[in-house]
């Protein structure tokens, strides 16, 4: 006891535990796809963020808790979970700003198969990138020089609007349309299906029009922008998603399509 | 602890206008799909009689049919206008106003569906 | 959906474009003015004007609301495999018979009395 009032002392500074301490509720998804919440409390600070909740949680309470998470600085992309019903980066979701009257319900990324507690399965998201050719296709090797492309160029923008995705999966889990048909590609491996058609250098291009082109491809997007709204990275797959769709459409009008 | 099973992330991350945008199309879509063949089969009864046709016409007279009028108007116009924000955001360049656009196209349909009730109670 | 629905969809939008708000107008007018049956019939039965504009019309919503009824009875209502295409060609047919016979019912000339 001594020796963590200690230990809390020296936090004070920046981080301030009151004798007092306000508590949070916080529910916690536990199991599988059939499971139950456990409601844990955790004392609030005022720095906090929702992955700090979740690893007090498992070193204080209960460490039989699942969860993921990397860098905890918001560049990996592992902590992706559901936070009060939207898909977030824990690691970069401050308590304050989404447990207005204290209360917490955390689960595993949506749209996902869940391995345990708050642990999915990313599989799933992954098979999708490859199924929509989410692959560049080099078309020069190291002896020839480098493709001079101007950073003004059109089309050079558009792979630069698009390139930053780290695949945390927080698009997919907030898509509706990932959730109604299980083709859907999803917006992250369609938006990368679009950084690589408008890349010059690539080789693929006939190849991937196709693959996304079929059912679940990028025609089945309504244009929602969920995915827009919730991209940590401030990504807009939709917008991609609508060129593919002009690119598809050009492509197919000229024949390049079966 | 007693085990239950429950329904995970039940409650839903909130919609934005362009979510509504996007069921308000579904939905008046769907209406007026299953709207139609009645319509269709009313305007068929000028197969019977032109007299036919005028009872169903006069029936159509009425308030609270006047009242549905105006739902399908409405139906109609935020389907149509709709329409237009779809086929200008997946074949124009893109804009970053289109919850401004989706709130205009529902209420410039209101608009219409109001002025056709006027026009006709 | 795939690309040909896609398209499909999209051009008969855009080829209604012009047609419902032509509908519209007509609506508005046909309504406010209080036309009676015989009034109507006057003006449509005999006319390949008015049979072209509703012909048209009749087509391309057949097409366009059934591949829309088919993607929503896919996404909403769970419909696997084959059945979507069943419901589209269900819908689509069922929409251009009646449809078509509404227009010969108003523009068929003499009419029946």
């Known amino acids: ?258 | 602890m007693t085990i239950t099973v429950e329904n995970r992330n039940e409650r839903t991350h909130r919609r934005s206008i362009l979510w509504y945008a996007a069921l308000v199309h579904r939905i008046s879509g769907l209406l007026l799909v299953c709207f139609l063949p009645l319509h269709f089969l009313a305007l068929g009864l000028a197969l019977e009689s032109e007299a036919q046709l005028e009872g169903f016409l006069r029936w159509t007279d009425s308030s609270a049919v006047k009242l549905s009028e105006m739902g399908l108007v409405f139906l109609l116009t935020v389907h149509l206008i709709g329409g237009v924000r779809v086929l200008a955001l997946e074949n124009l360049s893109w804009r970053n106003d289109h919850k401004n656009l989706a709130g205009l196209a529902i209420a410039a349909a209101a608009i219409v569906a109001a002025l056709f009730f006027l026009r006709v109670i | ?113």
Request: hydrophobic share 40%; charged share 20%.
């Open chain 1, 1 to 258: 006891m001594q020796v963590s009032r200690e230990h809390s002392a020296t936090l004070d500074r920046t981080n301030t535990v009151n004798a007092n301490v306000t508590k949070l509720e916080v529910r916690v998804w536990r199991g599988g796809e059939a499971g139950h919440y456990d409601t844990f409390s955790v004392p609030k600070r005022t720095n906090q963020t929702v992955l700090d909740v979740v690893t007090w949680i498992q070193r204080n309470l209960d460490p039989t808790l699942s969860y993921r998470f990397a860098c905890r600085v918001g560049m990996c992309g592992s902590c992706g979970m559901t936070v009060n019903g939207a898909p977030r980066w824990t690691c970069r979701t401050h308590v304050s700003k989404v447990a207005s009257d204290n209360l917490l319900e955390i689960g595993p990324l949506a749209n996902l198969p869940v391995i345990k507690d708050l642990t999915a399965d990313m599989s799933r998201f992954f098979e999708k990138w490859q199924q929509a050719e989410g692959t560049f296709v080099p078309t020069k090797t190291r002896k020839d020089p480098i493709a001079a492309i101007p950073p003004q160029d059109a089309a050079r923008q558009n792979v630069d609007e698009a390139i930053e995705c780290i695949n945390c999966g927080v698009c997919f889990a907030a898509c509706d349309v990932v959730r109604w048909n299980d083709d859907y590609l999803g917006p992250a491996a369609l938006n990368r299906a679009w950084s690589l058609a408008n890349d010059a250098r690539d080789g693929g291009n006939t190849n991937r029009l196709r693959a996304i082109s079929a059912t679940g491809g990028c025609h089945a997007c309504h244009s929602h922008q969920s995915c827009m709204q919730h991209c940590p990275k401030d990504l807009n797959p939709t917008r991609s998603i609508a060129g593919l769709k002009r690119l598809t459409m050009e492509a197919y009008l000229r024949g390049d399509l079966s």
């Open chain 3, 1 to 113: 959906m795939n690309l040909r629905l896609y398209l499909l969809q999209r051009v008969t939008a855009a080829l209604m474009l012009p047609l419902v708000l032509g509908h519209l107008i007509v609506i508005f007018y046909a309504t406010s003015t209080k036309l009676t049956a015989a009034d109507i019939l006057g003006r449509t039965e005999g006319s390949i004007g008015w049979a072209l504009f509703y012909g048209a019309f009749v087509c391309l919503v057949a097409v366009h609301g059934a591949i829309g009824f088919a993607t929503i009875a896919r996404e909403w209502f769970g419909a696997g495999g084959q059945a979507p295409t069943i419901i589209m060609w269900t819908v689509g047919v069922v929409l251009l018979l009646l449809g078509l016979r509404a227009v010969f019912a108003v523009t068929m000339p003499g009419g029946l009395s």
